[in-house]
């Protein structure tokens, strides 16, 4: 499990849920030009705030950034994801968050795509503090089953969903890729 921040695009004052109904969720849909031409500056400005972070993966539909020291990854596909392991307590919870969350702000500055915690469920621009995020980590941590739906579409639980279905694609996508590199 992890704590992720997602970063797409928004319009207006629009909602998680309603920004992800946008978005074409094909698994073959290839990255934005845009992003592709600025995948090395984008890898440098987050080797600034995180100093081991290299790119591990270069596919046509896909880039990640990777740190196998602190666990931060950051996922482009359709849209970025950054995540942290829930692994942290303590005073280094709170540094890595605040990493995650200053990360999470230079990548919203690079690709002009707008944050949203998924823990806090509050999109970036909006305010989430290091604070928040640290309850919202420990919340992650202590809670082993997802909670009961309610009536009303949960939007966290959305982000979540859209997550692990990039996360299933990108192992998908490495089990296939394996027998030929093999």
């Not at 440098?44 to 990777?66: D, F, M, N, S, W």
């Not at 919203?108 to 509050?122: I, M, S």
């Not at 997802?146 to 009536?151: D, G, L, M, V």
Request: hydrophobic share 40%; charged share 30%.
């Amino acid at each position: 499990m992890t704590y992720d921040i997602a970063l797409l695009p928004r319009h207006g004052d629009e909602d998680l849920a309603a920004a992800i109904a946008r978005l074409a969720l094909d698994e073959d849909v290839e990255l934005e030009p845009a992003l592709v031409a600025a995948w090395r500056d984008i890898e440098a400005h987050a080797r600034k705030i995180v100093r081991g972070i290299r790119t591990t993966v270069i596919e046509p539909t896909c880039r990640e950034l990777a740190d196998d020291r602190t666990g931060i990854t950051v996922n482009a596909e359709h849209y970025i994801t950054l995540s942290i392991p829930f692994w942290y307590d303590g005073e280094q919870r709170l540094e890595m968050l605040a990493t995650l969350l200053q990360l999470a702000g230079q990548l919203e500055a690079d690709t002009g795509l707008a944050g949203h915690d998924l823990q806090v469920k509050r999109w970036l621009a909006d305010g989430v503090t290091s604070a928040e995020a640290a309850a919202a980590y420990q919340h992650g941590r202590d809670t082993c089953a997802e909670p009961a739906t309610t009536k009303h579409e949960d939007s966290g639980r959305l982000g979540h969903g859209i997550i692990r279905f990039f996360t299933w694609t990108m192992q998908e996508r490495r089990r296939k890729r394996s027998p030929e590199e093999g």
